[in-house]
């Protein structure tokens, strides 16, 4: 009876703007008249105003999903409460999400979004307690490369390409050696594939990703977390949000984390804690203000791995051997990151709204280290020779953003339009001073602390500085009630100047971009959609030719297509997408000068990726993607053609799967695994080099909850003890993490 009151009161109250209502299967479905479905929000909020001012206080506790209808169009929305009072829902639960805003800078349904997206929500990153950014891109699709020596998250690859740029909420953050942001910080990471440049600026063409911080709410809670391995490493973290005044209008959210304790790697220690307090100021319903801080910094060696010289005598090793000596004094890097972000949103009415917004970054890395010089001569491959060295890395970027968000009609058809402008200011200072007299390491009897040499060789001493300027803009048109089509365009103009300190030279290069997107998507049915796009990317090159000219930038095209289809009542997605990459103006031997180069070589990469994501039933949580990818040399003046890149697996697989009792003995009882498979990969990008293995691990993920307050995690990573190379930088194997027990408990309150 609760529901056909409000049947009739929604209808009553709303009858000049509905066409139609629909009950059914506990829903409430409503088709508005002449709206197109990309402004369900701003009818949702109509909606919801009305209810909130009129309904009769007996009804105030009901709560319904409502869905929305446009042009035969259904869009799922999530729970509204109609309890005034009622700050929380279900969404941090969810694995499937029905929009994301990274791909387009603007609220779009992913189905009508032209481009392969994938969404690691917070669920997902609590049900496998990811500490490192990397494990939560694991599950994504997203491989691993460089990790600087085990210090975090330093480049990626994606569709063949390997990429060192990011973003948290639309800011650049990965520019010089910074360590990747928490996990305790992340709401939520949003995974491009394929270039954006149009909105992002430089970068890979085979894509990025965005990540999405916690932001502050009005309900008072705080959440404690306290996890351990076996190896003794021990983590705890505190969430912490609530309104700071009655009204509401200031809010906050503090983020803590510590970690301290051993490794899988012998010798080898992390200490690391984090901060991130957040502010949120609402002087009224049309502005919002938020001050936002991370402050993080990282204790770890420069551990490199192992080495694969050719030669050398041995490839395969424990896991957990030690080469490369330990101690404050010997090799311990020490990564400081403070970042601050103010971001301020005006709405002028239900169609537009203002975002400006302000970055600073400043990093240092600085410590103590020891690196392999190659194979000692006349040793039958058994010992390396060994240098130290000490480093001091310095860079502060600083970042500004503005855009316009708007949508209207035109020509009787539906725009949604966002302009902006960014202006980027990077500065990058180093300083590496190595050892002369090398040491040696015996492979076959690897830790033996021994005398360490002079530090008397200043190998790096430099300066980088970067300032760019850009303005952008991108129409989302929706043509008729089935197509749609996104059009960009990017104009990027930027200085790039550097000195070499130790030669006292130095270069200079001023150049400019010009980078289009356009994409296109189709409802073949109200569950699958069909998409296209081409998109360009672009990335400064480093360096001088023998003319002491700088480089024209490397520039790369991406085409993409693609379907995207909704299953089991909308719960389950399942996308497609077949993608042919190429990056041109790649540095290469300079033919009539061997010590230079010229932008003169080219990469592509083809192939295809699946990707599921959401719940089979219920109880049934999974998400999980394959990836074939052909990347190689197209053109080189060394490298043959066919040559494939370093890093890059042609087939790679990874299944989170996950089943949740709902009822019953085992009611809050989740088990499930993480299968992770990553085919042979190049250790470089070189005629001859080494290959990595492929292998497969085995993830066990449990979770207890004991009430909604209370819940306990057991996992074991990599159950069978596979032994694999997890990544690779020049001829440095990282190994991969063997068998691990991991406990943790949080509390919230």
Not at 154 to 170: A, I, P, Q, V
Not at 535 to 542: L, V, Y
Not at 668 to 675: D, R, S
Request: hydrophobic share 35%; glycine share 6%.
């Amino acid at each position: 009876m609760n529901n056909l009151f409000l049947l009739f009161y929604i209808k009553f109250k709303l009858s000049r703007d509905l066409y139609l209502i629909k009950y059914y299967n506990d829903r409430l479905y409503l088709l508005f008249k002449n709206v197109k479905y990309n402004h369900y929000h701003k009818n949702l909020v109509k909606l919801y105003s009305v209810l909130k001012r009129h309904l009769l206080l007996g009804l105030l506790p009901l709560s319904c999903p409502i869905f929305v209808f446009a042009n035969d169009q259904i869009s799922s929305l999530p729970t509204i409460s109609l309890q005034a009072t009622s700050k929380t829902d279900n969404a941090h639960l969810a694995y499937k999400v029905s929009t994301a805003s990274s791909a387009t800078r603007t609220h779009t349904l992913l189905k009508d979004t032209p481009q392969a997206v994938t969404v690691v929500s917070e669920a997902v990153l609590n049900d496998i307690q990811a500490t490192r950014l990397s494990e939560a891109l694991d599950v994504a699709g997203i491989g691993r490369a460089n990790n600087f020596g085990g210090q975090g998250l330093t480049t990626f690859t994606s569709r063949g390409f390997t990429s060192g740029e990011y973003y948290r909420n639309g800011f650049p953050i990965n520019r010089g050696y910074p360590n990747a942001p928490d996990s305790n910080t992340i709401e939520r990471i949003e995974v491009l594939k394929g270039a954006s440049s149009s909105l992002y600026g430089r970068g890979d063409p085979g894509g990025t990703f965005n990540v999405i911080s916690k932001v502050p709410h009005a309900e008072q809670k705080t959440t404690l977390g306290l996890s351990v391995d076996h190896e003794g490493l021990l983590r705890g973290t505190l969430d912490t949000a609530g309104a700071l005044t009655e009204d509401e209008s200031l809010m906050y959210r503090l983020n803590v984390m510590g970690e301290n304790g051993d490794t899988y790697r012998d010798h080898v220690d992390s200490k690391r804690w984090n901060i991130a307090p957040v502010i949120q100021w609402s002087p009224s319903d049309t502005n919002k203000v938020t001050l936002e801080a991370d402050l993080l910094r990282n204790q770890h060696a420069l551990d490199r791995g192992f080495t694969r010289y050719e030669g050398q005598k041995r490839y395969n090793f424990d896991p957990a051997e030690y080469w490369w000596e330990t101690g404050k004094n010997r090799n311990r890097l020490y990564n400081d990151n403070d970042m601050l972000q103010l971001r301020i949103e005006h709405t002028f009415n239900d169609d537009w709204t203002l975002n400006i917004g302000t970055q600073y970054l400043n990093g240092n890395l600085h410590g103590y280290a020891v690196e392999a010089n190659g194979i000692k001569a006349n040793t039958d491959g058994e010992l390396l020779t060994r240098n130290y060295n000490w480093r001091n890395l310095d860079w502060i970027d600083k970042n500004f953003q503005a855009n316009i968000v708007g949508n209207f009609n035109l020509f009787n058809l539906e725009h949604t339009l966002i302009s902006g402008i960014e202006l980027e200011d990077y500065d990058y200072k180093s300083f590496i001073i190595r050892s002369k007299d090398h040491f040696d390491l015996d492979i076959n009897h690897p830790y033996k602390p021994q005398t360490l040499p002079e530090l008397n060789n200043i190998t790096t001493h430099d300066r980088e500085q970067l300032k760019s300027q850009a303005l952008f803009i991108q129409d989302q048109i929706h043509l008729t009630g089935r197509l749609n089509t996104l059009l960009a365009l990017r104009l990027e103009s930027y200085q790039h100047d550097y000195h070499n300190f130790i030669s006292n030279t130095s270069w200079s290069t001023d150049n400019h971009a010009l980078i289009p997107r356009i994409g296109m998507t189709y409802d073949l049915t109200g569950q699958l959609t069909a998409y296209a796009n081409i998109s360009k990317s672009f990335k400064p090159n480093s360096g001088a030719d023998r003319n002491n000219q700088g480089f024209n930038p490397e520039e790369g095209i991406s085409y993409e297509i693609g379907t995207k289809y909704t299953l089991l009542d909308e719960q389950l997605s399942f996308d497609t997408a077949i993608y042919y990459v190429k990056k041109e103006n790649i540095l290469t031997l300079d033919p009539t000068d061997s010590t230079k180069s010229i932008a003169a070589g080219e990469l592509s990469s083809k192939g295809f990726d699946l990707s599921l994501i959401g719940n089979i039933i219920p109880a049934w949580k999974i998400i999980g993607n394959y990836s074939y990818v052909d990347a190689s040399v197209n053109k080189d003046n060394t490298l043959e053609k066919g040559t494939h890149l370093a890093n890059i697996p042609q087939n790679s697989f990874n299944l989170l799967s996950i089943y949740e009792f709902k009822s019953g003995l085992f009611d809050g009882l989740g088990i499930g695994i993480n299968q992770r498979y990553i085919g042979n990969r190049k250790g470089q990008t070189a005629n001859n080099t080494y290959t990595m293995g492929s292998y497969a691990t085995t993830d066990l993920i449990s979770y207890y909850d004991l009430n909604p307050d209370l819940r306990f995690s057991f996992d074991i990573k990599n159950i069978f003890n596979k032994e694999y190379d997890d990544s690779a930088f020049n001829r440095y194997v990282y190994p991969g993490q063997p068998r691990t027990a991991k406990l943790g408990i949080t509390y919230s309150f």
